[in-house]
């Protein structure tokens, strides 16, 4: 029963290391990179608010985080 509270826990953190890396890498590629803030609760806006490339980076960005998992699933999950 221990064994299968640690393995509960640690899936948990893991998860949610998972989610926090997720949320980090869209704010530093659209936000950073883009300069595009979605509407939305989670970022406290009623409109979008974009760069001052506009929306062509929009795409850019995207796939380039496309080419980047892509080239991870490859490397080190081939069986994915």
């Given at each position: 029963?221990?064994?299968?509270?640690?393995?509960?826990?640690?899936?948990?953190?893991?998860?949610?290391?998972?989610?926090?890396?997720?949320?980090?890498?869209?704010?530093?590629?659209?936000?950073?990179?883009?300069?595009?803030?979605?509407?939305?609760?989670?970022?406290g806006r009623a409109h979008a608010v974009f760069g001052p490339h506009g929306l062509w980076l929009v795409p850019v960005v995207t796939t380039l985080g496309g080419l980047i998992s892509g080239f991870v699933v490859y490397r080190f999950t081939p069986e994915a």
């Open positions: 029963m221990l064994e299968s509270a640690l393995l509960g826990v640690a899936g948990a953190f893991s998860a949610q290391v998972f989610v926090w890396m997720l949320h980090l890498c869209g704010r530093s590629f659209l936000i950073g990179l883009a300069g595009y803030e979605p509407p939305g609760a989670e970022f």
